[in-house]
């Protein structure tokens, strides 16, 4: 599986992102796709993670629930992640990642494949 993240990049306190991640290669019949960052000096966390069957179950991390969104198109194996009300303290790099066990996880460890991330920046 390879996944493509892009949509990072600089903006005020306050304002939104998209990030995207493009998803190719082997599928799995029921996974998950999960969103992490990763700030300097800090161990990668978990942010949001979808299941990628009908359903669409959703999970966030307490510390951006209310303010991003995560989202796919099925049709082109991209799942989204809408940050709005960006802090200061969103400040990372954003990785994209896929549980191919079919079990929800917020454990970086259940993750096989990952993008190369996207750095987001919000400025005070």
């Known amino acids: 599986v390879q996944l493509q993240a892009s949509g990072g990049g600089l903006v005020q306190a306050g304002g939104s992102l998209r990030l995207s991640c493009a998803a190719s290669?082997?599928?799995?019949?029921?996974?998950?796709l999960g969103w992490f960052r990763q700030a300097p000096g800090k161990e990668r966390e978990f942010v949001a993670a979808s299941s990628y069957w009908s359903g669409g179950y959703t999970y966030y991390a307490d510390s951006v629930k209310g303010r991003f969104t995560i989202s796919r198109d099925n049709t082109k194996n991209t799942v989204y992640l809408e940050m709005n009300t960006l802090k200061p303290e969103d400040t990372a790099v954003y990785y994209c990642a896929v549980n191919p066990r079919g079990s929800y996880s917020r454990s970086v460890d259940q993750y096989d494949y990952w993008g190369q991330g996207t750095q987001v920046t919000v400025s005070s």
């Open positions: 290669g082997r599928t799995f019949s029921s996974y998950y």
